[in-house]
């Protein structure tokens, strides 16, 4: 079904503090293990005839020099909340370099927050440096073409939010999920590697806790997990990895898996 080969590049796996957390001295935080370091949760997918970034956190910069990302021909994103959308002036250094207004994928009520947020950006008279993007609504199962590959939104609920996955060839990413739909279950069922969120281990109100996950991983039979958007409460990395199930692991800042679309 699917004949050409990409990469996906997970720049960011962890929540909106990041890990380590400002001033907390838990093993995670002090950790020297260079996996249990993380990034505002976001992936670059890199293919054939171009390169996706899903969502733009204030890391953002940090992780296109940590992964030599030189190259973007459009963002998706999967909600507002800061930690998904906060790096959007950076897109600056891909306009100058390319030459190019830089397409911004996302639901209407995300890009209304967007248009407020960045308002500086759509004043009538521009100055020299803005951010040059174009925006570009999305609706869930209403796939995109995106430089020849087709991307198409998924329903997932965060808590009350209803927010965005993305489902790239036979490869599935969602994060901030608790809730999800029946064709979102069905399409994560049919891909071949699935990213999800796994917070920690306690309850929590709008996303899966790592308990959570791993049931609705084993309920829905879906094949080659690794999970992503992980508090400094989850544990450590290596330790935590050790008690996952076959199959799934978490995963970290910098990891590359290949898929195919």
């Not at 970034?53 to 890391?59: E, K, Q, S, V």
């Not at 407020?116 to 008279?125: A, D, G, L």
Request: proline share 5%; net charge negative; with cysteine.
């Amino acid at each position: 079904m699917f004949h050409r080969e990409g990469i996906v590049t997970i720049t960011g796996t962890g929540t909106s503090q990041g890990v380590p957390v400002i001033s907390c001295d838990c093993a995670v935080c002090r950790s020297g293990d260079q996996k249990d370091k993380r990034l505002r949760s976001s992936a670059y997918i890199s293919f054939e005839t171009g390169a996706v970034m899903i969502d733009i956190g204030p890391d953002f910069r940090t992780q296109c020099l940590a992964n030599n990302i030189d190259q973007l021909d459009g963002v998706f994103i999967t909600h507002e909340h800061m930690d998904h959308v906060n790096g959007l002036d950076d897109i600056r250094a891909f306009n100058y370099l390319q030459k190019k207004i830089m397409p911004i994928y996302a639901e209407e009520r995300v890009l209304a927050e967007i248009r407020k947020r960045y308002s500086y950006i759509f004043e009538p008279v521009a100055y020299t440096g803005l951010p040059l993007i174009d925006l570009r609504p999305l609706e869930p199962g209403s796939p995109v073409i995106m430089s020849g590959m087709e991307i198409t939104p998924l329903r997932v609920m965060h808590g009350w939010l209803p927010i965005l996955g993305f489902r790239f060839g036979n490869f599935a990413y969602v994060t901030d999920a608790k809730y999800f739909d029946a064709e979102t279950i069905a399409s994560l069922r049919e891909a071949e590697t699935v990213v999800i969120n796994a917070l920690h281990h306690r309850e929590h109100h709008s996303h899966l806790n790592l308990s959570e996950a791993l049931a609705f991983i084993e309920e829905h039979q879906l094949k080659n997990v690794y999970l992503t958007h992980i508090s400094h409460q989850m544990g450590l990395q290596e330790e935590v990895g050790r008690t996952l199930p076959p199959g799934v692991q978490l995963a970290y800042d910098g990891l590359r898996i290949d898929f195919r679309y």
